[in-house]
C-alpha cells in the first residue's frame, strides 16, 4: 500500500493505492489519526485502491466517528466498482458519503 497525505488548513486529502487490509491498515491509521487534530473536510480518494478488508473498513469507521466527533464531513471519491461492492455488501455506502 501507498498513501499519500496532503494538508491544507483544515482539509486533509488522502490517496490510497493497493491494498488496504490487515497488514496495510495499521500503517495508514498510524498516519491517519495524529493529522486528523484540526481537520473539517477529510477526503479519501481511493482510485488505485484495489482491494480493501474489514480492517480497512475499520480505519475508516474510526476516521469518520473522529470527524463527526468535531462537526467535520468525510468524503470518498473514486472508489472503484470492487470496493463499492464491498461498501455496499458491508452497508458502509449508507453511512459514508461516497462520491
Known amino acids: 500500500m501507498k498513501t499519500e497525505i496532503l ?3 483544515n482539509r486533509l486529502d488522502v490517496s490510497i ?3 488496504l487490509d490487515a497488514v496495510t491498515s495499521p500503517e495508514l491509521e498510524e498516519k491517519l489519526m495524529p493529522a486528523l487534530d484540526g481537520i473539517k473536510t477529510l477526503v479519501f480518494d ?4 484495489s482491494v480493501i478488508s474489514s480492517a480497512g473498513l475499520r ?5 469518520l466517528k473522529v470527524m463527526d466527533s468535531s462537526g467535520g464531513t468525510l468524503t470518498i ?3 472503484s466498482e470492487d470496493v463499492r461492492k464491498v461498501f455496499r455488501l458491508t452497508g458502509f455506502l449508507e453511512i459514508l ?3
Request: hydrophobic share 45%.
Open 7 to 9: 494538508k491544507t488548513k
Open 17 to 19: 493505492e493497493g491494498r
Open 46 to 49: 481511493l482510485a488505485k485502491l
Open 59 to 63: 480505519v475508516l469507521l474510526s476516521a
Open 77 to 79: 471519491k473514486n472508489a
Open 97 to 99: 458519503n461516497v462520491q
